[in-house]
C-alpha cells in the first residue's frame, strides 16, 4: 500500500512520466498494483498475470532485476533500457517510470444517422419552464429550452456517447473515450475475475464506467452536463453490471444467468452521475447472458430499415454476438472469439493508432505493408491481422492447420517459438514486429469461435450460406475489414459478392433509438424476448465442428 | 512401410477418411485388433509429440480424439472382453460450476489412447459424484478440470471431500485448466498440476507404471 503520510524508513519514490505523477511506494509493491490503487493507467490485456507485454513500461533508476519471463519478452538491449513489465515488476527503490502514450480519445466510433425518429418521446415538457415530465417523475430545472439526453455505447473496450436532442431526435455532437477498466483487463472474462476476488476492484471498475459516462457528458455539453436529461447505455451483460454494481456470481459461472435479463431505469445521480436533478439512465434490455443490450441495439437498428431476409448480423469483438432473421424468426448465438482482433493478446497487437499496420502483400521474399499515418510500423491491428492472416496462407508461409513453415522467406525460430518477422528491429531500438505461431493459434481459435456459431445459426435456420440475402458486418472491426481477406481466411462466409456489408456501430447508433422514442425500447424489449436464443456450447458436438472450423480449407 | 505403420503415419498426419479406411483394410487382412489398436496408440503418441514441439495445435488434438474414438468403435467389437490390458484406472472430470469440457475432453482422450482406464465424469461434477466414483472404481489417480478462477474453490472442496472420505492417502491428485498453476496446484491441495494433456499422461504414467 502506498501511504502519503508514512514514515517508514524503507519508503522511496516513484514518479510516473509523461505526467509527473509521484508516488509513495515500499519494497516489494507490483508496480501494477501500485498504478492501480493510484489511478494511473497501465494497460494490462492479460489481466496482469505476466502472458502478455501490453504493460512493458521503461523503468530509469532503480529498476527491478528482470524475472524469467521478462527476458523471454524483451531482448536483453532492452532489458538494459530498463523496459520490464509492470505487472512483473517489484519495486525497490526510486525510479521514474515511462509510460507509453495511451490514446484516450477514441475515433472512428460515430456512425449511424444525424437524426433518429420520436415516435413518442421519452420527456415530454411540464408546466413549469424548465421542468420536464418522464412518465410521472419530474426532471429539472433544465438550463435551457430544450432537454438534451446522452446516447451510450459501453463496449469493453471503448465507451462512444451521442448527444442528442430529445425532442426533434438530432444528434448534436459525439464522443468517445477508451473504457478507463481496460487497467484491469482488456476482456471482460478477466474484469470479472477481478471484480469476484475483491470487491473493492469491482466497486472500482464502477467507478471508473461512471467517471467515464460523466467526462463524456462533460465533453458532449462543454461542460455543463446538467443540460443532460436522460441517459441510455448499451453493452455487453459483463459491462451493464459492472456499472450497475450489481452481482456478477451468477454470471460467472455455468449455467451463466444474468442478475437480470429486462431493462434497468436508475437514478442517474444515484450512480454518481451529476446531471439534471431527477435525470434517468437507463441499461437496454438483454437476449441471455452474453448477448446483451448492445446487440439489441444493433438489431434494432437493422430493422429500422429491415434487409431483404434472410439476413444475418454479426458483431466481432472479444465477444461476437450473431443473429440470423429468416421467415420471421430471430435467432441469436455468442460466441468466445477473444481478443486476437482486436490485437489485444498478440505478441505485437495493438490499436488502430498510428503506426498500426492495416494491410499487408506478400510476393515472393518482399513484404509491403501500409501502416495508420503511413508511419513506420509499431505493431499490428485487427483488420492487419486478417490482411495477414490471408496473405500467409496464400503463399504457403502457414499451412492449412496454421503452422508457420521455417522453409518460407521471413519465418524464423526464436527459443524454439517460430515467427514471421514483418519489420526487423530498428536501430534507434524499436522492437521488432512479428507475428509468432502463438499469434496465428490465437487467430484460428477466434476464427474457429466465429465460423461455429456462424455455421451452426444458418444450421437451425435451415440455410445456406449462399442463401443469405444480407450479411450485415457491424462494429468498429468489422468496419475496416478486408472483406476480401476475410472471406479468404474464412472468417465469413463466401457469400454471393456485394450482399456482405459493413455498418460500423450499429450498437451505437440502436442506443441513440432507443434514447428518445418510448417506441424504440419498446421494440427493443420485443426483440429481446423473441430472439431464440442458441447455446453453442452444450451441442455435443460442438468441439469437434470447433476444431474443424480452426484449420484454413 | 506395412499396414500398421502406414495406420501409424496416417493418424499422426490427422488423415481422418485414410485412417479409418486403414484400419478396415487391416481388420479385412486378419491383423490382430489388437495389434491395430497399438498402431494407433503410437500414432496418438506422435500426435502428443508433435504437439509438444508446437507442429500441432489444440484443435489438432480434439481432431486427433474424434478420429481415435472413431477407430474406437470400429476395433472395440473385435476386442476380447475389456481389450488390452490396461495401464490403470482414473477418474477425470471439470469440477462443479465449470462446464468447459474441450480441455477435460482432450486429456481423457490422451490418457484413453495411452492405455488407461478414464472414469469421465463430464462436466460441472457435483463433489460427491467424484468420491463415489473413487470408492466404486478403486481409481487411483484423480484428475480435475477448471477454466474459471472459480473453479479453484470448487477443486478444494471437492479434495477435502476426497480426504474426509478417508481416501486422500489412496489417490494421486492432478488438476488443469487455463487459469492453474502452481500456486493454485498448493492451495488447493492437489498433488500435481499440468497445463496440456501430454503432462497428464505422463503423470498419470508417472504414478500407476513405476516402471516409466
Known sequence: ?553 | MNGLEEITSALADLEEEQTLQLVRKAIEEGIPPGNILGACQNGMAEIGSRFESGDYFVSDLIMSGEIFKQVGAILDPLLESGGMEKLGKVVFGTVHGDIHDIGKDIVVNMLKSAGFEVIDLGVDVPVAKFVSALQESGATVLGMSGLLTLAFDAMKETINAVTAAGLRDKVHIMIGGGPVDGNVCKAVGADQWGNDAQQAVKLAKQWLVPAC
Open chain 1, 1 to 553: 500500500m502506498s501511504k502519503e503520510d508514512s514514515h517508514n524508513p524503507t519508503e522511496f519514490l516513484v514518479t510516473f512520466q509523461p505526467s509527473g505523477q509521484r508516488l509513495i511506494c515500499l519494497p516489494g509493491e507490483r508496480l501494477l498494483e501500485v498504478a492501480r490503487q493510484n489511478g494511473v493507467r497501465i494497460p494490462a490485456d492479460c489481466g496482469g498475470r505476466g502472458r502478455c507485454r501490453s504493460c512493458a513500461v521503461r523503468i530509469e533508476g532503480a529498476a527491478p532485476d528482470p524475472t524469467s519471463t521478462d527476458r523471454d519478452t524483451f531482448s536483453s538491449a532492452e532489458l538494459d533500457a530498463g523496459w520490464r513489465r509492470a505487472c512483473q515488476a517489484q519495486l525497490h527503490g526510486p525510479c521514474s517510470v515511462y509510460l507509453p502514450r495511451l490514446l484516450s480519445i477514441v475515433t472512428g466510433q460515430n456512425d449511424g444517422p444525424s437524426c433518429v425518429p420520436v415516435e413518442q418521446p421519452i420527456l415530454v415538457p411540464d408546466r413549469e419552464p424548465g421542468f420536464w415530465l418522464r412518465d410521472d417523475y419530474r426532471v429539472g430545472p433544465l438550463p435551457g429550452t430544450r432537454a438534451l439526453g446522452m446516447a451510450v455505447d459501453l463496449g469493453t473496450s471503448n465507451i462512444a456517447a451521442a448527444l442528442l436532442d430529445l425532442a426533434s431526435g438530432e444528434v448534436i455532437c459525439t464522443a468517445a473515450v477508451e473504457n478507463p477498466q481496460v487497467v484491469f483487463s482488456a476482456d471482460v472474462i478477466g474484469r470479472m475475475t477481478h471484480a469476484l476476488a475483491n470487491p473493492a476492484s469491482g466497486c472500482q471498475m464502477q467507478q471508473l464506467a461512471v467517471e467515464a459516462i460523466a467526462e463524456l457528458a462533460r465533453r458532449l455539453t462543454d461542460g455543463c452536463s446538467e443540460a443532460i436529461a436522460e441517459v441510455a447505455v448499451a453493452g455487453n451483460s459483463v459491462m451493464q453490471h459492472l456499472l450497475l454494481g450489481l452481482p456478477l456470481e451468477s454470471l460467472a459461472k455455468a449455467p451463466y444467468r444474468p442478475y437480470t435479463l429486462g431493462e434497468t431505469n436508475r437514478l442517474a445521480a444515484a450512480l454518481g452521475l451529476h446531471l439534471a436533478l431527477g435525470t434517468w439512465l437507463q441499461v437496454g434490455p438483454n437476449i441471455a447472458a452474453f448477448i446483451g443490450s448492445d446487440h439489441v441495439a444493433a438489431l434494432l437498428e437493422v430493422m429500422a430499415d429491415p434487409p431483404k431476409s434472410p439476413w444475418m448480423l454479426i458483431d466481432i469483438g472479444t465477444n461476437t454476438e450473431i443473429s440470423i432473421f429468416s421467415e420471421g424468426v430471430l435467432r441469436s448465438a455468442s460466441c468466445a472469439s477473444g481478443p486476437a482482433f482486436e490485437g489485444g493478446i498478440l505478441s505485437c497487437g495493438m490499436r488502430a493508432a498510428p503506426g498500426a499496420i492495416t494491410r499487408t502483400h506478400l510476393v515472393g521474399d518482399n513484404i509491403s505493408l501500409e501502416t495508420i499515418g503511413s508511419v513506420a510500423p509499431v505493431g499490428i491491428c485487427g483488420s492487419g491481422v486478417v490482411s495477414l492472416v490471408s496473405e500467409m496462407l496464400r503463399n504457403g508461409v502457414i499451412d492449412k492447420r496454421g503452422r508457420l513453415q521455417l522453409t518460407r522467406p521471413g519465418v524464423r525460430e526464436q527459443d524454439g517459438l517460430r515467427e514471421f518477422v514483418l519489420a526487423e528491429a530498428a536501430r534507434d531500438g524499436a522492437m521488432p514486429v512479428v507475428f509468432t505461431q502463438t499469434d496465428i493459434r490465437a487467430v484460428q481459435l477466434a476464427k474457429a469461435a466465429i465460423r461455429t456459431g456462424l455455421d451452426m445459426l444458418l444450421e437451425s435456420a435451415g440455410l445456406q450460406e449462399e442463401e443469405i440475402e444480407r450479411f450485415i458486418v457491424a462494429g468498429a472491426f468489422g468496419k475496416y475489414l478486408d472483406l476480401e481477406s476475410a472471406v479468404a481466411m474464412g472468417l465469413l462466409p463466401a457469400v454471393p459478392a456485394g450482399r456482405i456489408v459493413q455498418v460500423g456501430n450499429a450498437a451505437g447508433a440502436g442506443v441513440r433509438r432507443m434514447l428518445v422514442c418510448a417506441r424504440a425500447r419498446q421494440r427493443a424489449l420485443q426483440l429481446a424476448q423473441q430472439a431464440q436464443y442458441l447455446d453453442l456450447a452444450s451441442r455435443q458436438d460442438f468441439h469437434v465442428a470447433f476444431a474443424r472450423r480452426s484449420f484454413f480449407a
